[in-house]
């Protein structure tokens, strides 16, 4: 049950309606396709069978295929259950109008970068999608290939793309319990000084990377790199882990964030991702008060753009890692708790709570 986002007096918000699919900002992730169970962008959709595919009979279904002959690269879900696919091709590819599609850029941990374009799948059961082609479609009709669409025996993936070209993280998703109200839920400070304001990219039940069980309560904060994390309440430093330099929405960065992790006195756990490199300045069992700088904010692991991924967990410290998130509230600075909210996606916010228009762009208050 989602609560109603209430626009304050005189103050026009931000376009929400226009900006928001899925409890995403879409600009978040400049080249990256996202496909929660459909999408406009997708060349074709259909249920899958092995005569449709040129499968033969005791082969085990592959996750993706290329079609030999039209270059079409294509997702299969062959399984009785819902599946995430994360796929990023480091090369050019193309619709089946010619258009090169979007790509986002990548720094790998020497600091190299390159670019990708990166796909975000959540498929039902039983399912095809085609995504894209590896040569330009309108040139290959010109030469008289055989046309889009056609489906002879698909070929084998790393013969007609280099392995090296295409990396993919898929996993079997599991259906999340019935969402509830928000209504009871505990608040906390926003946890990034200065005014900002911030746009929150990603929300609660986001469908870029906030379907799984682990993330689902989680909220992403752009920011610049270097912004000031503060402790949301009194804590412990639990866990700390910054050496990682990787960025971008390149799937192979997945697991390669930044992060530090407090343990509250109130027994939960809450969880900064993405930091800057060696940016904690405290180190693992020292007291944090709330409010107090710990971090700064950056752009390391899967990360299309530099923000901050906050999410609590009401676990024992060493399960975390697998435990679900909870809901959370953020408080208003000097307010009372009927102003405490839940963040979405397209809004922008800092201390004051939620900003509006006018004081986002020309810096005025309502």
């Not at 062959?78 to 796929?87: N, P």
């Not at 990548?106 to 894209?132: A, I, W």
């Not at 530090?260 to 800057?276: A, F, P, R, S, T």
Request: hydrophobic share 35%; charged share 25%; with cysteine.
């Amino acid at each position: 049950m989602e609560e109603e986002v209430t626009e304050p007096a005189g103050v026009k918000m931000l376009p929400y309606e226009e900006l928001v699919t899925g409890n995403f900002v879409p600009d978040f992730g400049r080249g990256c396709y996202v496909a929660y169970h459909d999408a406009e962008w997708l060349e074709d959709m259909f249920k899958y069978s092995r005569e449709i595919l040129g499968q033969p009979k005791g082969c085990s279904p592959p996750d993706l295929i290329i079609d030999p002959d039209t270059h079409l690269l294509s997702a299969v879900n062959a399984r009785k259950q819902r599946r995430s696919m994360y796929i990023s091709v480091r090369r050019r590819v193309f619709s089946s109008m010619g258009k090169p599609l979007l790509t986002t850029p990548v720094r790998e941990e020497g600091g190299e970068e390159h670019q990708v374009t990166t796909f975000v799948l959540v498929m039902k059961p039983m399912t095809v999608m085609d995504l894209c082609y590896k040569s330009c479609p309108l040139l290959r009709r010109a030469t008289c290939c055989p046309p889009v669409g056609s489906r002879p025996l698909a070929g084998n993936l790393s013969e007609l793309m280099n392995g090296r070209d295409i990396q993919s993280i898929i996993d079997d998703l599991e259906e999340l319990p019935v969402e509830k109200s928000y209504a009871s839920v505990a608040s906390f400070r926003f946890p990034l000084a200065g005014d900002g304001p911030f746009l929150c990219s990603q929300g609660f039940n986001g469908h870029f990377t906030h379907f799984f069980l682990t993330t689902r309560h989680a909220v992403d904060l752009e920011c610049p790199v270097g912004t000031e994390v503060v402790a949301v309440a009194d804590g412990k430093v639990a866990v700390i882990s910054q050496d990682n330099q990787v960025s971008g929405a390149d799937c192979k960065n997945f697991l390669k964030w930044n992060s530090v992790l407090l343990q509250l006195d109130c027994g939960l756990l809450v969880e900064y991702v993405h930091i800057k490199k060696g940016s904690v300045r405290f180190k693992e069992g020292d007291r944090v008060k709330d409010g107090e700088v710990i971090c700064e904010s950056g752009d390391v692991g899967f990360c299309p753009k530099p923000h901050l991924h906050i999410q609590f967990h009401d676990a024992k410290l060493e399960d975390h890692a697998k435990a679900p998130t909870i809901p959370f509230k953020f408080r208003v600075d000097g307010s009372t708790s009927k102003d405490d909210y839940v963040p979405v996606a397209g809004r922008m916010y800092n201390t004051r709570g939620e900003v509006g228009e006018l004081e986002a762009i020309y810096g005025l208050r309502s």
